[in-house]
């Protein structure tokens, strides 16, 4: 009898080229790792921009982004935990604009101080978070229509309790301002409060995600709910605890940005909850729960508002300009899925 004689296809695909073992490292490093990509993007986007218009890294130019990294990068932290425990919030640019507005429509009309209407502000971004929380656990409800609603209320409130008109924020002043707006100058470089709050709060939350039980209780909530229910981890609670952080750091975040421009305006915010996601998914964030990186999140933050930067300095139209930043966004995140499904495929998975 003889023996039988292996395919070529068996014997090429015993044997990997060293190319193809090189890729498949690469690739499963990439995938262990995913805040890589947007390291690696966010260093080609700033060579780029770079070489077209020598002054976007001047310290004017990075002055201006390090003061509006904190607005959405705020938010992103949170939404980054929401999606990792398999859940998301379409009502935090709402809350971005409607709770700093209350703030100084009560320190306006001496009502309050400021620092404790700065509170009230807080509470009822976390009161707000409350109820998302609340309806999509106990109501069955799903948040994408959840927040959808309280989206809709929460920004149709702003305008109605302002008549449509913004607010100054500069008609009080204490010490809290220069908490939370305050600068230092480093280098040339102009680092406002906000930033160092982002990054403080990014460190707090990157090692309770990863290094505490909450965090575990996260990962495992947005990765298998009966299972985690099964294993006594109390899932409402978990998710409820989220939907009130996001919202609470959405209202912290407007809190920032109106003091620092200037003016609380009703319809701030408009758009935040979809770039916030674009973040924390850029970041390498799954949009399906069980797995999310803080760190990630704060270079995709970075990533997004370099490249809106650097395409208005480059000369791109105002009106085109979100057309280019929706495709580099759309590419980072086809990027992800795929180095997603390319690692589970090398390690004998299904994508």
């Not at 890729?23 to 986007?45: C, F, S």
């Not at 949170?78 to 425990?85: C, D, E, I, N, R």
């Amino acid at each position: 009898m003889s023996n039988p004689v292996p395919s070529l296809e068996s014997s090429t695909s015993a044997t990997p080229t060293p190319a193809t073992r090189w890729a498949r490292r690469v690739t499963n490093r990439l995938g262990e790792h995913p805040e890589l990509l947007p390291l690696i993007l966010l260093i080609v986007v700033v060579a780029l921009f770079w070489s077209v218009n020598p002054s976007y890294l001047s310290g004017l130019n990075l002055s201006g982004m390090f003061a509006f990294i904190p607005e959405l990068g705020l938010i992103a932290l949170g939404m980054t935990l929401l999606l990792t425990a398999g859940q998301f919030d379409l009502s935090v640019g709402a809350v971005f604009g409607f709770c700093p507005l209350i703030v100084f429509i009560l320190a306006n009309n001496d009502a309050v101080p400021l620092p404790a209407a700065i509170a009230v502000g807080l509470l009822l971004g976390a009161g707000i978070g409350l109820v998302n929380g609340l309806l999509v656990v106990k109501g069955g409800i799903t948040s994408f229509l959840v927040t959808l609603s309280t989206q809709l209320i929460v920004s149709g409130t702003a305008l109605y309790v302002s008549s449509g008109f913004s607010q100054s924020t500069l008609n009080t002043r204490s010490s809290v301002q220069t908490l939370l707006v305050g600068t230092i100058q480093v280098g040339g470089v102009t680092i406002y409060a906000g930033l160092i709050w982002f990054i403080a709060l990014a460190i707090v939350l990157a090692y309770a995600l990863n290094r505490t039980r909450f965090g575990n209780w996260i990962m495992a909530t947005g990765g298998n709910v009966d299972a985690a229910k099964a294993r006594g981890i109390r899932t409402d609670r978990v998710t409820i605890s989220l939907f009130v952080l996001t919202a609470l750091l959405a209202s912290f975040a407007g809190t920032i940005s109106d003091i620092r421009v200037g003016a609380a305006y009703p319809n701030a915010g408009t758009g935040y909850e979809l770039e916030t996601i674009a973040m924390a998914v850029v970041g390498g964030t799954s949009l399906f729960g069980g797995s999310g990186t803080i760190g990630g999140t704060v270079l995709g933050a970075i990533l997004l508002r370099s490249i809106r930067n650097g395409v208005i300095l480059v000369g791109v139209p105002g009106l085109a300009y979100n057309i280019f930043v929706g495709g580099i966004i759309l590419v980072a995140m086809l990027l992800q899925s795929g180095l997603r499904r390319a690692r589970f495929t090398s390690k004998g998975g299904r994508a």
